[in-house]
């Protein structure tokens, strides 16, 4: 069986069938880039930069630069430059940037601004449904983007191929034992375990550790991240020695002084 080339794949998506809050953003996004151009152009030296921030020793941090939420609201009018600077001040490892416009206030200028500004690697974090999306994620200087498996299911391999096609990390998200089965037949190399229930927004802290172990036991010598609803260095504990990185967000871009909270917050 052949694969036609990446740069002239466009992968069906069933949108349609994400529930609940997801449901309803995934299929936004899906207009938004409705007959946008899916060509990648030619392939891109990958740097792998962001795989290789979040090998560091220890528990290394993603920290997010996130102004609201569909659970949350509105959370901080950051600045996205003066917060990445901050984090990357307070110790993050590596950064993510939301770029989505209606639920959760980013913006593709975040990203750009922030590559411009900071060293640290950047993630794109929206929700990729286009080909598209992952060309401009290269294009605005962004190290890796976000991949979710609930979104773009027996896709997921072919997504996967286009960003490491352009030259971008990825980190394949999943919440539950049959997505994470797609992301290590797909030939993810960073694997992010939410503890967020996207279709119900829930919040539970076992689901990392559960899955992360999960994912070891089958071999996986990738990197993991634990995602979503961190908030003390007592939860962060809980991942220490089994996650790879830890992605934090709400916890940290609402508080008064973001590089103290960061560093607060790694404290062991
Ligand atoms: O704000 P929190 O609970 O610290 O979570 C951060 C991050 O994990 C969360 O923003 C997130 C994880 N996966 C996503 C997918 C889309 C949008 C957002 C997310």
């Known amino acids: ?24 953003i995934v299929t936004e996004r899906a207009a938004d880039y409705d007959g946008a151009d899916p060509a990648l152009g030619p392939a891109r030296p990958a ?32 600045d996205p430059v003066e917060a990445a600077q901050a984090y990357q001040q307070g110790g993050a490892a590596a950064l993510s940037v939301l770029t989505e416009p209606r639920h959760f206030d980013g913006h593709p200028d ?90 119900t927004l829930d919040i539970d802290l076992e689901v990392s550790p559960r899955l992360i172990r999960r994912a070891r036991e089958a071999g996986f010598d990738g990197v993991l991240v634990a995602e979503s609803g961190y908030r003390t260095p007592a939860e962060l504990a809980q991942v220490r020695g089994l996650a790879d990185a830890v992605l934090v967000g709400s916890s940290l871009a609402g508080s008064a002084d973001l590089a103290q909270a960061t560093r607060d917050l790694l404290r062991e």
């Open 47 to 78: 740097a792998r930069r962001f795989e290789g921030a979040l090998r560091g020793a220890g528990l290394s941090l993603i920290a997010e630069i996130k102004r609201a939420s569909p659970s949350q609201g509105a959370i901080a009018p950051l």
């Open 110 to 199: 975040f990203l750009r601004a922030v590559v411009g500004a900071v060293s640290l690697p950047a993630l794109r974090k929206d929700f990729v449904v286009h080909p598209a999306m992952l060309r401009e994620a290269a294009d605005w200087g962004a190290s890796a983007a976000l991949l979710m498996v609930s979104v773009l299911r027996e896709a997921t391999a072919a997504y996967l191929e286009m960003a490491h096609h352009l030259g971008l990390d990825a980190l394949v998200e999943v919440h539950s034992d049959s997505e994470l089965d797609v992301a290590l037949q797909a030939g993810a190399r960073i694997i992010g375990v939410n503890n967020r229930d996207l279709t």
């Open 1 to 24: 069986m052949t694969r036609p080339p990446p740069e002239s794949s466009l992968p069906l998506l069933n949108l349609s069938a994400v529930p609940g809050v997801l449901g309803r």
